[in-house]
């Protein structure tokens, strides 16, 4: 009876996850057969799921295309730069939130939420005006650093939760052992929060890889615009037809690095790392 | 190694809360020194500012004859065992040990020697590779000392370290860093709660009351000379009884009867009016075990047995007593204080295994009547103590002055409860 019920539960729960798999990937799938349609093939409005005549050409000719892998550039240095410098200086402030008692405190946490929330796009004409006044306009910095604004709240939330977890005695222990509070921090208190720190990391760089309006508004040539940017100035010769094999397959190759990253980060994020520290 | 002197050490938090008072000891060099006392007391406070992890508000501490307190912990050069034992998880047992050496720039041969040297005094040899993990709380324990005495730090220091632990692996471990002590000849400040730990461990004890010192001397001297009622309390297992007592001449006056005690005892107390005696449980006997020729009618009594838990070697009977109204209020506060809740007045007796007292039974009790104790209910001051054999007792009334700070500490939080304890 017992094994009756929970056989069925089984065989739910299978239905049911793919169900949810079919939903989700579904127009992922759509995408890749549609990277290796031609060009001729998707403007006869052909609707058929897998290609005809499966080709490479698409591939070869964004590959191939300077705008294209410019952006990539673009969007590869931009993403790490403030994924970088934003877990830096959110690990730092969020330490500092978690251990230290200071006044402001509870202001700085809710501006902190207060700019997480603000809409990105009442932003962008104040933005615009500073950027060209300030020579940042079309620049690696002038994205580098709204992204770091918008994504640094989250981060310090997240990572002060992290801190918080941990133990005082951790550090203390450290600096009885001889560290100093430096020390202390970068051979304990960081690795500890590392889920945390990649966590922060995870969240910045999709955010920063996938953001289009900045990107769009704040770059004018292939010098500083990002590939999601980019993808919107492939419109081809007919502006009634674009060039949905090209746009599909550029989705495709910046769709990768994200699944990369997924896979390799995933791996560090070790739930319960911190158990054993202290009798649980 | 080195000594350590506490000098009038005091320790005020930021809303006022007075958590030591004004405690000065001395820990020899190469001495295991004991602080204990209920919840609340400070002895973890005072622990941590010998190590540095508290600032000190006032008073010296000096380690080997030098002043430390606007030292950092690093720079003090001692090793703590915390209680939670704060291994870190991301290191092997192998890297939680050599942590303090790594730190100390230390050459890895010497540090791998220094661990092997460690982990095989602690029979940690196999657990190098693991994770803590993976450990079980025996061995996170002894992973935690390995790392205090992998360096050679100035002295050691114990916080709580055994409260996580089982009963049966408490007492192994106490044995153990008993040994190790014993071994390294180190100096040692222990922290804990626990009077057994107390007694067993400590070359002296210092047994604190609300950031107040109360007595301060060897396990022998606090079991036989308690400074006052809460020392009497705290130390022995079951407690000392608290009893009613009436002098007159030489003779005491007990809820059970009157007996006579020594002259030079008794002259100290004449006069008083009521005070309590403080009778423990093992000065009690069943008269029919003792040698007949030390029962006299002057030292034995009639009473009605409540209950009777026998233990093999021993038994102890419960007698339930009416207590007067003047002493019941000091005897309840005394209860409070050392963490208790008494519910009804009562005497225990430890009697031989052998005894044959049932419960219900009138049971004929003798009582060693030179070693009972005489305390002032007002101030709680032991009157009969022998001042040559009770250590180091701060002058003024040291339990008067506990329950002055008491006040004082229950006003900046009432009902505190410390998160350190």
Redesign the interface.
Known sequence: MAGNTSGKTAVGTWIGFALIMLWCLFPVAWIISLSFKSEGETAAGSAQFLPKEPTFDNYKAIIDNPDFTRALINSFGISLIATLLSVIFATLAAYAIARLEFKGKRLVLSLALAIAMFPVVALVGPLFDMWTTFGLFNTWPGLVIPYMSFTLPLAIWTLSAFFREI?W??E?????????SW?AFRK?IV??A?PGVFTAAILTFFFAWNEFVLAISLTSTTSSRTVPAQMSFFVGPDPFNPPYAQLATASVIVTLPVIVIVLLFQRKIVA????????G | MAAIEMKNIVKQYGDGFPAVNDVSIDVEDGEFLILVGPSGCGKSTLLRMI???EDITDGDMMIGGKKVNDL???DR????V?Q???????LTVYENIA??LR??NKSDSEVDEKVREASKTLELDEHLER?????S?GQ?QRVAMG?AIV?DAEAFLFDEPLS?LDAKLRGQMRTEISRLQKRLGITTVYVTHDQTEAMTLGDRVAVLKRGVLQQHATPRELYENPANLFVAGFIGSPPMNFLPAKVDGNRVELPFGTVTIPEERAAKAQGKGLLIAGIRPDHFEDASVVDADKVTDEATFKATVDVVEWLGNEAYAYIPFEAPDEVREQLTQLEKDLDGESLRTQLVVSLDGASRIAEGDEATIWVDARKIHLFDPATGENLTIDSDNAGIIPGGNAMAKAEEVGHAQDEVKPASDQATT
Not at chain 2, 84 to 90: F, G, T
């Open positions: 133990p005695e951790m203390q222990a450290a600096q009885v052992d001889g560290a100093t020390q304990v690795p500890l590392a319960g790392l911190t158990s054993g520290a202290v009798k | 190590v540095g992890l950092a912990p690093r050069n001692l090793s703590m915390f939670n034992y704060a291994l870190y998880p991301h942590f303090p730190l100390a994770k803590p993990g993976n450990l709380g996170r790392r360096r996580n």
